[in-house]
């Protein structure tokens, strides 16, 4: 038999997690209105969570990693189309093959090799061919996620018009990176150089110059990719100068994970398992919680965008306890 007094407490204990709830949420509920930029995080992120931000992260990934093997494929389709024309290049580099590696080990690559300088035509179609299908599907699950988070929606699909926006798209964000990453090669080289014209370089703090300009410019041309991917990509007809504070918070999340990502990668390089497993698998998450992230940011752009709620629909209370409806305070 259960005692009376035993019943008592099970609806007490049932209703402390409840209260402790309550009051987590009334914290909260606080916390959002006192502050702006903690209600607005709180929005974005309930609306990437309503787009399924993740779904669509994920299917971008998918295709992002994949597209990464034919990109293998055309390096090395270009590296054997410029062997196959310089005769002297491929006999000394065949040289040294067999120098680093004597008997039948270095055979063996040498003629790999030579079969991989035959065949760069082939491989570099193939390599052409899967990198426009895994880039085109791609950007197709980028633009279609893009659009939910704007639009609550996919707008309605048609290939023609879908495909050519999505190859100009991969044109074109590719464009951008290249130069993106030429201008800061450029950029760096081009200040070290000058620091040591004016025999400046090893004057403590100048090279700390060099590091700065480079980072600048990548963040510039991080802007440019987000203003891409909040204006372009899901068709919206808000002015660029409206889509620069989501284009400049996507730039300082992008090179805070740009830097958490070579932390990770010099984590790893000392451990030959690590590096040939984690290598591929921290690539995979590096992607998709990328991808998560620009979700993200045009979640905190289109809601920053709109008008807030006002505060008495944010909360109704502030206190720990709940304020009673008038019905029951009766």
Not at 31 to 53: E, I, K, P, S
Not at 86 to 97: F, G, K, T
Not at 273 to 302: E, K, P, Q
Request: hydrophobic letters at 50%; aromatic letters at 8%.
């Amino acid at each position: 038999m259960v005692s009376s007094a035993s019943r008592q407490d099970v609806p007490a204990r049932k209703a402390w997690p409840a209260r402790l709830w309550d009051r987590v949420e009334s914290r909260i509920d606080a916390g959002r209105a006192r502050f702006g930029w903690l209600d607005h995080l709180a929005r974005a992120g309930g609306r990437y969570q309503r787009t399924q931000g993740d779904l669509m992260a994920a299917g971008v990934t998918y295709f992002a990693f994949l597209g990464l093997f034919p990109v293998l494929l055309l390096v090395a389709s270009v590296i054997g189309l410029v062997l196959a024309g310089d005769e002297l290049l491929q006999r000394e580099l065949y040289a040294a093959i067999r120098e680093a590696f004597p008997g039948s080990t270095g055979r063996q690559i040498v003629r790999d090799l030579r079969g991989a300088v035959s065949s760069a035509e082939v491989v570099g179609v193939i390599g052409v061919v899967g990198f426009l299908y895994a880039g085109l599907r791609a950007m197709d699950k980028l633009r279609v996620g893009m659009e939910r988070i704007w639009k609550g929606h996919a707008d309605e699909p048609e290939f023609l018009r879908d495909n050519v926006q999505d190859v100009l798209a991969l044109v074109l964000l590719g464009a951008v990176g290249l130069l993106s990453l030429g201008l800061t090669g450029i950029a760096t080289r081009a200040t070290s150089w000058a620091l040591d014209g004016l025999g400046l370089a090893d004057v403590a703090g100048l090279s700390v110059l060099t590091t700065v300009v480079g980072l600048a410019l990548a963040f510039l041309g991080d802007t440019v990719v987000f203003l891409w991917l909040l204006k372009v990509v899901p068709a919206t007809p808000h002015p660029l100068r409206r889509l620069l504070p989501g284009a400049l918070f996507g730039a300082v999340g992008f090179e805070g994970m740009k830097l958490l990502g070579s932390l990770y990668l010099s984590l790893i390089s000392g451990s030959v398992t690590a590096s040939t497993f984690g290598g591929a698998v921290g690539i995979l998450v590096w992607i998709n919680v990328v991808f998560r992230f620009a979700f993200f940011t045009a979640a905190w752009t289109v809601t920053g965008l709109e008008d807030p709620p006002p505060p008495a629909d944010r909360t109704d209370a502030v206190d720990d306890e709940p304020v009673p409806h008038p019905a029951t305070s009766r």
